[in-house]
């Protein structure tokens, strides 16, 4: 039973950071590529950024590009969600994934998700 548990969500006023975590156990997760997603109220669920198994590729949506980095300790099965330059449209429930490859494949799906950890940002 693969188990996703995010941490370090809050609120922060804009212009601020967060540190997101996901600590990972069920499965080797040195293997696979991890994911970050979040969901706005009212909106849909939207992909924010990807990590190869072995850290050295990373994938961002535009949004979020030059101001979040997603990494992975494989040595602590965790990925983190660096959050810099905090804006309110980045209010949402970010959402910690596992990929069933090892590398992110464009618009591919996750197998696996954490609950979510809330992140607000006050303007």
């Known amino acids: 039973q693969v188990q996703l548990v995010e941490s370090g969500g809050g609120l922060v006023q804009a212009g601020g950071s967060l540190r997101l975590s996901c600590a990972a156990s069920?499965?080797?997760?040195?293997?696979?590529?991890m994911g970050w997603f979040r969901q706005a109220p009212g909106k849909e669920r939207e992909f924010v950024a990807a990590?190869?198994?072995?850290?050295?590729?990373?994938f961002y949506a535009d949004s979020v590009k030059g101001r979040f980095t997603i990494s992975r300790t494989n040595a602590k099965n965790t990925v983190y969600l660096q959050l810099n330059s905090l804006k309110p449209e980045d209010t949402a429930v970010y959402y910690c994934?596992?990929?069933?490859?090892?590398?992110?494949?464009?618009?591919?799906?996750?197998?696996?998700w954490g609950q979510g950890t809330q992140v607000t940002v006050s303007s």
């Open positions: 994934a596992s990929y069933p490859t090892s590398t992110y494949v464009s618009g591919s799906s996750p197998d696996y």
């Open positions: 069920g499965r080797t997760f040195s293997s696979y590529a």
């Open positions: 990590i190869s198994r072995s850290g050295v590729s990373t």
